[in-house]
């Protein structure tokens, strides 16, 4: 908090409201990947979190972790790890449901992706009920891996500045609008 970056970044995120379906606030982000000043506040600012706290691995959440994720992983010299949804990967894979709205879905992890005891953060745009994060940590913990902590641009007011999912620390940029 008190970091001049976060107002650019906030307004940056264009908020439509009954999208994609009525009564839903979406957190738009593509404003913020057109302006690469903002673009790279919001990459530099984990960076300086997660640089030098021996993470090997970075886990996107498809989609909007993807566009994150891996300029985070390559400033700290971490591999980049995507957690895909169902039947995208080719390998032998993890599987992880998580209940929606309306019906569940699931995120994938290559078996092999992260060694037993490998520190890791997950990445992704947006937390909201915090489902989708969860299946995350439960994914890389089966794998043995230890989650460090999960890290969002946007969340709800009561994920700021601080919340926890499965005990793994939540980290936001910005509250969602
Ligand atoms: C959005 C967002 C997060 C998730 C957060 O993805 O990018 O991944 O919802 O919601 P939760 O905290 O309630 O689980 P979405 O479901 O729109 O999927 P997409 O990225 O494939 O469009």
Redo the contacts with the bound molecule.
Sequence with gaps: AGDPRLQGISDAIRVVPHFPKPGIMFNDITPLLLRPAVFKDAVDMFVERYRGMDIAAVAG?????FIFGPAIALAIGAKFIPLR?PKKLPGDAFSES?VLEYGTDCLEMHVGAIEPGERAVVV??????????SAAIRLLERAGADVVECACLIGLPKFKDFYKLNGKPVYILVESR
């Design positions: 959440i498809e989609a909007r972790g949804k998580y992704d745009d947006l937390v909201a009920t915090g489902g989708t994060l």
